[in-house]
């Protein structure tokens, strides 16, 4: 009898409480690329396709280079659980052209910018156990996973800049097994007026790793596979006001994974060059068992000679973790 009602109640349990519905696009290639980019993206929900203020990166919209005040280095780590590493490094600068006839340097506005935007993402996972077949420890193992991302863009007019970027990834999984793969991004902003901006990108056009796994198990036994990256297809806006020193994005991302995205950010410069920032991401409409990630984080700026640098934290909310996401960074204008 207590058999019985043993059996009862783990029915009645998974009936009542059934287990949280999973999406695909967590277990498509290119997951930790898909984490965002430093604590000022990550801080602010990711929500960043459309804003053209601050330290900017290509990243999330490669017809944002163009709008890059100075040159500017960027560079976090991230604290994660599970023995995860994940690190951002990055590069961006515009450039103006101006008309031979434009002479006076106080008055003169460039008949064109262009932009270039570049980077790393470095993923991975360490302290993997290695077990024969007897179930001994053979020694530990570890995997690597990085994206490389150029963006070049040009902006047109005053309202209208456009973007390419060219994404390579390198993933080195287990002993030689190995995939490397390419990717197209596209995007373009337009600038309505000072207040609002609104922008499209379309990323990771033709990605793919493909895996031989010969090498491995032998000729007869190796296996050839394909797995393709979700394209991930964005509308952002932004709205600045400048008087009040406040800056709020929004954005949609619908992918082929069936996944339709929300996310927001904001911005606020409360004191010098004290920012402050809260955002939300990964809000997936079509399945509300996925849960969205709240964020915040700040940063605070110094000028140390010719040279402002930056302070960059932000904390980001992981549910299915015993700890959350932490990501210290420092930014280098000059």
Do not use: C
Not at 82 to 87: A, G, Y
Not at 310 to 324: C, K, L, P, R, T
């Amino acid at each position: 009898m207590k058999r019985i009602l043993f059996f009862i109640f783990i029915l009645l349990a998974v009936t009542v409480y059934p287990q949280a519905q999973t999406s695909s696009i967590s277990s498509l290639p290119g997951a930790f690329s898909r984490m965002g980019f430093g604590a000022r993206g990550i801080g602010m929900g990711n929500a960043m396709s459309a804003v053209t203020e601050g330290n900017l990166v290509s990243y999330y919209n490669p017809a944002l280079s163009v709008f890059q005040n100075h040159n500017s280095f960027q560079t976090s780590y991230s604290f994660l659980s599970l023995d995860r590493s994940l690190n951002f490094l990055s590069f961006t600068r515009r450039f103006d052209f101006y008309s031979p006839q434009d002479t006076i340097p106080e008055t003169r506005k460039p008949r064109s910018s262009a932009g270039v935007s570049g980077g790393i993402i470095n993923a991975g996972v360490s302290g993997i156990e290695s077990r024969d077949n007897q179930g001994l420890k053979r020694g530990d193992l570890s995997t690597s996973e990085n994206q490389f991302f150029l963006g070049l863009a040009n902006r047109f007019s005053e309202k209208f800049s456009l973007g390419i970027g060219v994404k390579f990834y390198y993933y080195s999984l287990y002993e030689d097994v190995t995939s490397t793969a390419l990717g197209l991004d596209i995007g373009a902003i337009y600038r309505i007026n000072e207040n609002w901006n609104v922008a499209v990108s379309v990323s990771d056009i033709n990605a793919k790793y493909k895996w031989d796994t010969s090498g491995l198990y032998g000729t007869n036994r190796g296996v050839n596979s394909e797995n393709k990256f979700p394209v991930l297809k964005k509308l952002g806006v932004r709205y600045f006001n400048p008087e009040y020193k406040l800056l709020i994005t929004g954005e949609f991302e619908s992918s082929n994974a069936q996944t339709s995205i929300i996310r927001a950010g904001v911005e606020y410069n409360i004191y010098d060059q004290l920012y402050l920032r809260a955002g939300l991401d990964q809000w997936n409409l079509k399945n509300s068992d996925f849960l969205p990630k709240p964020a915040a984080g700040f940063s605070y700026f110094k000028t140390i000679g010719s040279l402002l640098v930056s302070v960059d934290y932000a904390f980001m909310i992981e549910q299915y973790s015993f700890s959350d996401r932490h990501i210290a960074g420092v930014s280098v204008n000059f």
